[in-house]
């Protein structure tokens, strides 16, 4: 008896001794199947933010989510404190990942930003257009992993290539809540998707709840549904969307799908399709952003929209309303007893072929601005536009979007018809919401 009672007290002890040995909220050696970054909804700005937990010691830096974004850089001259930064000596691999050859003598006090024979790179606001260059360097950050439902133990990577931010008081203008730096996700070496590795693949899942996280899980997955996905090739454009203003001839990290035609209520909207498919100076075309809230169209794709819709409308039970800035289409139900929701003409951009189709959801399409007035959420993007067809925030929301830039291909599927949200992840084990 006594001797079973101790063995009991040392197996207890020994399960003890385990479960404190056991790193769980600490970096662990193992590779995850998947890392996830909480994203959400700046109510002033409706940019999505994030979080990055960087340098040594780690401390959370605030970032804006730019799907296209090529580089992470943060703001490396307000309380950059960090014994893990390093800059990238020119010919080193972060150079050489950065694409540049332009070495860079800095002539004040050494620190982050500012070292000799060091190389720097352009970096760019998308939401001021600022652009200018910073000392290309490395230090640790870490990100959770997770097994698609919940975030688990934390990964670190240590020398993960940014950009630091140069002192400049336009280079963090208009970046919502206070964002240091940029978060891309784009399709170029310096991004976050690429130094990450999990095969390519990240998921975007972006919550309209200016309260709740959306997430980017990158891997795998399994994702926060089991929703089906339908593909449709990633395009490429070979002219950066900072090229024509500010002659940076690099390909593009934007993401492009190839729209072939628009529908409503299933007919197809008569348009100059030569605007959608990218020409040789990396005009037209469609692509997919995080930094526009509202979809933005060329004017005479604006208009063939907006007319077609408003004819689909007031010939299914709506009246037009008063433009509210900044939409100019709004619609309320004429008939009583009609939910306007489902009866909203349903809008696709048709694909690869007539069957292959993005259909946006009335929450996706339209804007609730009053009581029972709703607004088509899409504004007019000019004439000659950079990109014909931007396709932003408001339409991704509570979509489950995944970009494989290995197989080159976007995965998509609305969850607004399920039970699940881009909200659904379970972030009550993670770090609170700063
Ligand atoms: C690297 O830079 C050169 C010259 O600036 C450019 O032609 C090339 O496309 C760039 N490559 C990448 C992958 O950005
Ligand atoms: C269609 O768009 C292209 C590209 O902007 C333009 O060159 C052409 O004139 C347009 N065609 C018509 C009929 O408007
Ligand atoms: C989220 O995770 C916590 C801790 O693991 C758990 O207690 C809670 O029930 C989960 N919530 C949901 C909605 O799954």
Not at 363 to 386: F, H, I, W
């Amino acid at each position: 008896m006594a001797a079973s009672s101790l063995l009991r007290l040392f197996s207890s002890s020994v399960l003890l001794l385990l479960l404190l040995i056991s790193p769980s909220h600490s970096l662990r050696s193992s590779k995850p199947r998947s890392l996830v970054l909480p994203v959400r909804k700046d109510a002033w700005t409706s940019h999505y933010l994030t979080y990055i937990h960087q340098r040594t010691p780690s401390v959370p830096v605030k970032l804006v989510v730019d799907l296209g974004g090529s580089s992470l850089w943060v703001d490396c001259e307000s309380n950059y404190v960090s014994s893990s930064y390093f800059p990238a000596r020119c010919g080193s691999t972060q150079c050489l990942l950065a694409n540049t050859t332009r070495c860079y003598s800095c002539t004040r006090v050494p620190g982050p930003g500012c070292n000799e024979n060091s190389c720097n790179h352009i970096l760019y606001n998308p939401i001021s257009g600022v652009l200018t260059a910073g000392e290309v360097a490395r230090d640790v950050v870490t990100l959770q992993s997770t097994d698609g439902f919940s975030p688990g133990p934390s990964t670190a990577f240590r020398s993960f290539a940014f950009i630091c931010a140069p002192r400049d008081i336009y280079v963090l203008k208009n970046l919502a809540g206070g964002a240091k730096g940029i978060a891309g996700l784009g399709w170029a070496p310096l991004a976050l998707p690429s130094q990450l590795g999990f095969h390519r693949k990240f998921a975007l899942c972006l919550s309209p709840l200016t309260e709740e996280n959306g997430v980017v899980i990158f891997g795998d997955g399994p994702y926060v549904s089991g929703t089906k996905l339908v593909y449709t090739p990633l395009i490429t454009n070979s002219v950066n969307r900072m090229g024509p203003f500010f002659n940076v001839w690099e390909p593009s990290s934007d993401y492009y799908i190839g729209v072939t035609s628009i529908r409503i209520n299933g007919k197809p909207v008569a348009l100059n399709t030569s605007l959608l498919s990218i020409d040789k100076k990396g005009f037209g075309g469609t692509r997919i952003s995080t930094v526009v809230p509202y979809t933005t169209l060329e004017t005479s794709i604006y208009e063939a929209v907006t007319d077609a819709f408003l004819t689909e409308a007031t010939s299914t039970g709506f009246i037009r309303e008063a433009p509210v800035s900044p939409f100019e289409v709004c619609i309320r139900a004429n008939v009583p007893g009609i939910g306007p929701d489902d009866h909203v003409p349903k809008l696709d951009l048709v694909l690869q072929s007539e069957s292959v189709y993005w259909r946006f959801e009335h929450r996706n399409s339209m804007v609730t601005v009053g009581d029972s007035v709703l607004c088509l959420g899409m504004l007019d993007g000019g004439l000659k536009p950079e990109t014909s067809i931007v396709i932003g925030g408001h339409q991704l929301e509570d979509n489950l979007l995944q970009f494989d830039l290995r197989g080159s291909k976007l995965g998509f599927s609305s969850l607004l018809s399920s039970a699940a949200t881009c909200s659904s992840f379970n972030f009550t084990r993670s770090a609170a919401w700063h």
